[in-house]
């Protein structure tokens, strides 16, 4: 089942408690794919390894590069 | 004395400390250039002509007292509205924030002001910093002085524009996912995002915690490594500042290990002239005695996605109150752009931040464990004309957007830094631009290879 614009229409207005906006509901229901398509249904992660990776990781990883860390 | 507005940054402050010219009179010759052109290219939403003229009257009166002065002293910048300078308006190019008066000033500015920067005015942005075209609903938009036909890049539209037509010596920018790099392609010029942490971005508008970047605009590579130089260092007052080695050049091309895409992403569906432009680099690198290697690289188009799922929903939350009260204070574009990320569920944006951490490891493993820096096109095309890519908030409004800054985006995503240069002029006058892109707090190697390119470029002969 797809997420439509009137689903779309429905979480603005559930959220910033107005009507959509001309463009904001269609863009809306198609941002629910593409993060679903290239955040969600991908294996940029391997075999699960994103269970122990935590969400500051990037920046913990670039902040030991910057004293002498090993890539 | 040749044209001083043609000058580098460089050249012109050590013309002031030579007394070879005045700051007056390059203050004044440079504002004299930002108000001949701002009819035909827009570049400032505010010109400081007053406050500008008698700083360098105070800054020639200190160098004839042989007052201690620093490297920039008496030389005219402008910077993207959207840097806090207590008392002034910091605008961010919008409606909403276009009487905002500032408490503080942002690190960056500070620093500059150290250096002895004079301030020329307030530079035209995409609103809020959305969007890589350079429009914007509300003060119109910069023209691009190559042709002004065609856009400036964005979102640091008004940078560019200033840079490439000689009304500044240098401009910061800031760059979420190309908003130096994509101005500094389309206007000629040279940009660089730094590596994530490098500036500090207190006193700066924020569009997204994770990814916002701050760097110069300059026409020369040595000018954006004096900036960068002047600007960078951790910050007490920016905790994801990070504390990080100076940047220091590599001694020489030679020996250096070159990634290079030569189909695939990066490489399908160039326009010829910017294909040429990728080919000519190569060259020059190979030359210069580099080696050049197939690069390997992540899948680019989930990280492109990845990086605008992110920003974009960082940008949301910052707006919310705003798309909530004031929706009609925004452009339309700017607007659907903001409110699309309601459609990214927390747990997604939480996983995307997850995967860059997985994805920067996986890059710096299985790409630069082979190469000292890529060398890729900052932009797949020539800057398109304006009437091109005005899609408003229509059906077409993420394809054209994200596929303008389909070759920038992903490394705001990695994190890594990003040095923009122009190549040799095609028939038109515009300049393809080549991107070379390095490991984390390699910034040094970039300016040693962007050298060695912007030295045939312009012919130069050092």
Redesign the interface.
Same mark, same amino acid.
């Given at each position: 089942m797809s997420?439509g614009e009137d689903d779309?229409s429905r979480? =603005?207005t559930a959220?910033?408690?107005?009507p959509?906006?001309?463009?904001?509901a269609?863009?809306?229901?198609?941002? &629910?794919e593409?993060?679903? %398509? #290239?955040?969600?249904a $991908?294996n940029?992660?391997?075999t699960g390894?994103?269970f122990t990776?935590? $969400? #500051?990781? #990037?920046?913990?990883?670039?902040?030991g *590069?910057?004293?002498g860390g090993d890539? | 004395m040749s044209d001083p507005l043609a000058w580098s940054l460089g050249r012109a402050a050590q013309a002031i400390r030579d007394r070879e010219i005045s700051s007056f009179e390059l203050t004044e010759a440079a504002l004299e250039r930002a108000h001949a052109t701002q009819p035909s290219l827009n570049a400032f939403i505010e010109i400081e002509d007053e406050t500008a003229l008698a700083a360098a009257a105070a800054a020639d009166e200190a160098l004839a007292a042989g007052v201690a002065m620093g490297p920039l002293h008496g030389v005219p910048l402008a910077h993207k509205d959207m840097y806090d300078r207590k008392g002034r308006v910091t605008g961010c190019g919008s409606k909403i924030r276009k009487d905002h008066v500032a408490a503080t000033t942002a690190t960056v500015i500070a620093r500059l002001d150290a250096a002895g920067q004079i301030h020329l005015g307030r530079l035209n942005m995409s609103e809020f910093a959305v969007g890589p075209t350079g429009f914007n609903a509300h003060h119109g938009r910069a023209c691009n002085p190559l042709d002004p036909a065609r856009i400036t890049g964005g979102s640091s539209s008004g940078s560019g524009a200033a840079m490439a037509s000689g009304s500044a010596f240098a401009a910061l920018g800031s760059d979420t996912g190309g908003s130096i790099r994509i101005p500094a392609a389309c206007c000629g010029i040279v940009g660089i995002k730094p590596?994530?942490?490098r500036v500090s971005r207190h006193g700066a508008m924020p569009l997204s915690a /994770?990814q916002d970047c701050i760097g110069p605009l300059t026409r020369t590579v040595a000018d954006a490594e004096l900036v960068l130089s002047l600007i960078a260092g951790a910050d007490p007052l920016d905790p994801?500042s990070?504390?990080?080695?100076p940047v220091e050049r590599a001694p020489t091309v030679a020996a250096l290990r070159i990634g290079v895409v030569r189909q695939g992403f990066f490489a399908d569906g160039l326009d010829p002239e910017v294909a040429g432009s990728i080919v000519e680099a190569t060259r020059i690198l190979e030359r210069a005695g580099a080696s050049i290697i197939e690069a390997k690289l992540?899948?680019m188009?989930?990280v492109i996605? *990845?990086a605008n =799922?992110v920003a974009?929903s960082e940008g949301a939350a910052i707006h *919310?109150d705003w798309? %909530?009260q004031r929706?009609q204070e925004y452009g339309?574009q700017v %607007?659907?752009?903001l &409110?699309?990320?309601?459609? $990214?569920?927390a747990p &997604?944006y939480? %996983?995307?931040?997850?995967?860059?951490?997985?994805?920067?490891?996986r890059t710096?493993?299985e790409t630069?464990?082979s190469c000292d820096a890529l060398l890729v096109p900052t932009m797949p095309t020539l800057p398109p004309i304006s009437a091109d890519v005005e899609v408003?908030? /229509?059906?077409a409004?993420?394809r054209v957007l994200v596929g303008l800054s389909k070759f920038t985006r992903p490394f705001s995503f990695l994190?890594l830094p990003a040095l923009s240069v122009p190549m040799p002029a095609t028939a038109a006058g515009l300049r393809p631009s080549a991107q070379l892109v390095a490991?984390?707090?390699q910034e040094g190697l970039l300016f040693t290879l962007g050298d060695a390119l912007e030295r045939e470029a312009s012919g130069r002969s050092d």
């Open positions: 997420f779309a979480l =603005l959220v910033l408690e107005r959509p906006e001309p463009g904001e269609r863009a809306i229901a198609e941002q &629910v593409r993060a679903r %398509r #290239h955040a969600v $991908t940029l992660a391997g390894e994103l990776v935590e $969400t #500051h990781a #990037h920046a913990a990883t670039l902040r *590069l910057a004293q890539r | 590596t994530q942490g /994770s994801a990070i504390d990080a080695p992540p899948p188009e989930d996605e *990845l =799922l974009m *919310l798309l %909530r929706p339309e %607007r659907a752009r &409110v699309q990320a309601l459609g $990214t569920a &997604v939480l %996983r995307a931040l997850q995967l860059r951490a997985t994805l920067l490891a710096l493993a630069f464990a408003g908030a /229509s059906e409004m993420t994190g490991g984390p707090w």
